[in-house]
Nanobody
Framework: QVQLVESGGGLVQPGGSLRLSCAAS????????MGWYRQAPGSQRELVAL???????TLTDSVKGRFTISRDNAKNTVSLQMNSLKPEDTAVYYC??????????WGQGTQVTVSS
């Protein structure tokens, strides 16, 4: 089992920044993928960013140039730096951890609200 604990959500004005962090604990495998999904009210959960333990990252098109994903393998943490936030970024953000193709774990979610 893997436990994921997120932090860093909150309320920010359009154009502002937030940094989300997620710490993984439990049965951690050296080779894994961590990242972030988000779910807005009335919408399906969607991919935001992923990063492998080797450091290869991917971002969904709508956040490229504004968000950056990073990780610290020694601490089993993943972070999402979100800049130039827009109202459409408002959602619950979920930390994601995957080993292979079948073992997927989710955090409890952290609310990000972008509003003036």
């Amino acid at each position: 089992q893997v436990q994921l604990v997120e932090s860093g959500g909150g309320l920010v004005q359009p154009g502002g920044s937030l940094r989300l962090s997620c710490a993984a604990s439990g049965s951690i495998f050296n080779s894994n993928v961590m990242g972030w999904y988000r779910q807005a009210p009335g919408s399906q959960r969607e991919l935001v960013a992923l990063i492998s333990s080797g450091g290869t990252g991917t971002l969904t098109d709508s956040v490229k140039g504004r968000f950056t994903i990073s990780r610290d393998n020694a601490k089993n943490t993943v972070s999402l730096q979100m800049n130039s936030l827009k109202p459409e970024d408002t959602a619950v953000y979920y930390c994601y951890y995957r080993v292979g193709t079948a073992s997927v774990y989710w955090g409890q979610g952290t609310q990000v609200t972008v509003s003036s």
